[in-house]
């Protein structure tokens, strides 16, 4: 079985001895510019046309989570990857339990004032407030697949009411599931931390709007673990200025790096981080790679596979 392994920036030689490890009959090789030799598997991220294009491939994985940017690429070159080659995304492999740990101690932060605090403590002031209370700080999650459902589970756990939004409806223990458009009003209603977790479709691109926050509940704050596009900038800012929301937290931006002209870097209630929410952790990854493609070669049902037409 012949591999090939594109990424910009991973350790390719770990890559490529991990997975030789544990697909013994496989030969795994990085994918070089002029390289056309036959190949049954590619492993990629944000791939030249020219690596996947032509290819009589069984399938390709995507090594990460989002295919929204591989997706982006094919509808510009649909001759890259034809329909009839399966495209397999990340499942958790790690990332749950990194979503798990910057949702859990954000959303702490907020619920125990901490921001509050901190912006006292710039003025030298010390003054007590009163404590939040978990019933008025229910917690929206949009898009309660793989990771939104992980994020759930945790924040339940510290005793939050949870609700979650979602294509289709949800059976998630212990939390309230609302789908469709026509639920949107109502599940955005009693939220006040909202955290994004969708995948980027034609469907989600700007969701995240003026309209949208303005149905939470006063003084609400907003959790972007998804991508930047989904928020449209100017209107979260003027979310922030009218204070309809108390605080935000974005991990994704609708450009990266974040220009330095973005007013968001200097909001005095914006926090961020450089996307980094939930990166891929090469062990999991590997063994989940190895352990799919040994099912495909089996020829058992497997999970992963992104819909395309669906965009996720
Ligand atoms: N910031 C980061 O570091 C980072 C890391 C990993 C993933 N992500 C993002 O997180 C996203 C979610 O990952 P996942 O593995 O949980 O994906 P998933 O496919 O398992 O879950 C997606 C969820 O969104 C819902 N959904 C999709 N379209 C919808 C629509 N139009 N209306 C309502 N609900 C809709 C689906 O029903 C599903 O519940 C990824 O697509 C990626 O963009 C970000
Ligand atoms: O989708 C993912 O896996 C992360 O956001 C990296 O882009």
Same mark, same amino acid.
């Given at each position: 079985? %012949?591999?090939?392994?594109?990424?910009?920036?991973?350790?390719?030689?770990?890559?490529? #001895?991990? +997975?030789?490890?544990? !697909?013994?009959? #496989?030969?795994? *090789? =990085?994918?070089?510019?002029?390289?056309?030799?036959?190949?049954?598997?590619?492993? $990629?991220?944000?791939?030249?046309? %020219?690596?996947?294009? &032509? *290819?009589? !491939?069984?399938? $390709?994985?995507? +090594?990460? #989570? &989002?295919?929204?940017?591989? +997706?982006?690429?094919?509808?510009?070159?649909? =001759?890259?990857?034809? =329909?009839?080659?399966?495209?397999? *995304? !990340?499942?958790?492999?790690?990332? &749950? +339990?990194?979503?798990? =740990?910057? #949702?859990?101690?954000?959303? !702490?932060?907020?619920f125990r004032r901490f921001d509050d605090y901190q912006a006292q403590q710039q003025k030298s002031e010390w003054q007590p407030l009163a404590d939040y209370h978990r019933e008025d700080f229910t917690i929206g999650i949009m898009g309660a697949g793989v990771l939104g459902g992980k994020v759930a589970e945790s924040l339940l756990a510290w005793g939050f009411p949870v609700r979650c939004w979602s294509r289709s409806r949800k059976t998630l223990p212990g939390v309230q599931s609302f789908a469709g458009t026509e639920e949107l009003g109502d599940f955005l209603r009693e939220t006040r931390v909202l955290i994004n977790l969708l995948p980027n479709t034609a469907e989600t691109v700007g969701i995240i709007n003026l309209n949208l926050l303005n149905q939470l509940q006063d003084n609400s704050y907003l959790l972007n673990l998804a991508r930047g596009v989904h928020v449209v900038e100017e209107e979260l800012l003027q979310a922030l200025n009218n204070n309809k929301l108390k605080g935000a937290m974005l991990d994704v931006f609708s450009r990266e790096p974040l220009p330095q002209e973005s007013p968001l870097w200097q909001h005095p209630r914006v926090v961020m981080t450089p996307h980094i929410a939930a990166v891929t952790r090469p062990q999991e990854a590997i063994a989940y790679i190895a352990r799919t493609i040994t099912g495909l070669e089996r020829g058992d049902h497997v999970s992963g596979q992104v819909d395309r037409q669906r965009g996720y």
């Amino acid at each position: 079985m %012949e591999i090939i392994f594109y990424h910009p920036t991973f350790d390719t030689p770990y890559w490529i #001895a991990q +997975l030789s490890k544990q !697909l013994p009959g #496989a030969n795994v *090789r =990085e994918w070089k510019k002029g390289d056309n030799q036959h190949a049954d598997y590619a492993l $990629v991220w944000h791939p030249p046309v %020219e690596m996947l294009q &032509g *290819r009589d !491939l069984k399938a $390709v994985f995507a +090594l990460g #989570a &989002g295919v929204d940017s591989i +997706l982006s690429k094919l509808k510009a070159n649909p =001759e890259m990857l034809p =329909e009839s080659i399966p495209l397999f *995304r !990340l499942e958790d492999t790690g990332m &749950g +339990l990194q979503m798990q =740990e910057y #949702a859990v101690s954000q959303v !702490l932060h907020w619920f125990r004032r901490f921001d509050d605090y901190q912006a006292q403590q710039q003025k030298s002031e010390w003054q007590p407030l009163a404590d939040y209370h978990r019933e008025d700080f229910t917690i929206g999650i949009m898009g309660a697949g793989v990771l939104g459902g992980k994020v759930a589970e945790s924040l339940l756990a510290w005793g939050f009411p949870v609700r979650c939004w979602s294509r289709s409806r949800k059976t998630l223990p212990g939390v309230q599931s609302f789908a469709g458009t026509e639920e949107l009003g109502d599940f955005l209603r009693e939220t006040r931390v909202l955290i994004n977790l969708l995948p980027n479709t034609a469907e989600t691109v700007g969701i995240i709007n003026l309209n949208l926050l303005n149905q939470l509940q006063d003084n609400s704050y907003l959790l972007n673990l998804a991508r930047g596009v989904h928020v449209v900038e100017e209107e979260l800012l003027q979310a922030l200025n009218n204070n309809k929301l108390k605080g935000a937290m974005l991990d994704v931006f609708s450009r990266e790096p974040l220009p330095q002209e973005s007013p968001l870097w200097q909001h005095p209630r914006v926090v961020m981080t450089p996307h980094i929410a939930a990166v891929t952790r090469p062990q999991e990854a590997i063994a989940y790679i190895a352990r799919t493609i040994t099912g495909l070669e089996r020829g058992d049902h497997v999970s992963g596979q992104v819909d395309r037409q669906r965009g996720y």
